[in-house]
């Protein structure tokens, strides 16, 4: 539902019938006494508003949208991996990007400057109680992705005395059948390789996986 959508809702909820009523209200919080002449955050002051005053949307829905969704859902994905995201649905995140910008939904979420309030807040709480280092360029060349820089993080939390080798770790996901890493080693695997490596990561470090897997497959 598109936030014109939900004022509308909200104003027959509330039984603001009279047009300029709705006028007055729409210019009492942004200015402007058209819907057509607000910005998307004006509308969205508008749905606050009209949330102060009583109205009771619906369930969210919960199926991201909007320009910004799909990174955010990558780095709440990274950081549920990583041990600090409890709970890794889409509703959880929704309720994070509210909590950030005050909007109530990613689809809604349009401007750089608050979209990059979500995407700053995850990446800082990653790093500051995840220890990843965006930082690049960095060494080796695998650590320069986003998605490697989260996997050499997840590897520093675990407990040292199961660690173990890291590369031996990789080739027992990677070619649990015996095979071999690309010639070029880590630095040649594939996205999707590094993918089954942190979700493996991930499972251990949020304690998914039994006691005997995870004092041993470090080693494998």
Request: with cysteine.
């Amino acid at each position: 539902m598109s936030d014109v959508k939900v004022i509308y809702a909200a104003i027959r909820a509330l039984g603001i019938a009279d047009e300029e009523d709705r006028r007055d209200l729409y210019e009492r919080v942004t200015g402007k006494r058209r819907l057509r002449e607000m910005t998307p955050g004006e509308k969205n002051a508008v749905v606050a508003e009209l949330r102060r005053l009583g109205f009771r949307a619906p369930a969210q829905q919960t199926r991201l949208e909007g320009p910004w969704a799909k990174k955010l859902q990558a780095l709440w994905i990274s950081a549920w991996q990583l041990g600090l995201v409890r709970n890794r649905t889409d509703a959880a995140l929704i309720a994070f990007v509210r909590r950030q910008t005050g909007i109530d939904h990613p689809r809604w979420l349009r401007d750089a400057a608050e979209a990059a309030k979500a995407v700053e807040a995850l990446k800082s709480w990653m790093a500051r109680e995840g220890g990843v280092c965006w930082t690049v360029p960095q060494s080796p060349a695998w650590k320069n992705d986003p998605l490697g820089q989260v996997v050499a993080a997840q590897w520093a939390r675990l407990p040292a005395e199961t660690r173990g080798d890291f590369d031996l770790f990789v080739k027992g996901i990677v070619c649990p059948a015996g095979g071999h890493l690309p010639i070029t080693g880590l630095d040649g695997l594939r996205r999707a390789d590094w993918i089954a490596v942190c979700n493996a990561l991930g499972v251990i470090l949020r304690g998914d996986a039994p006691a005997a897997r995870r004092k041993t497959a470090a080693r494998k």
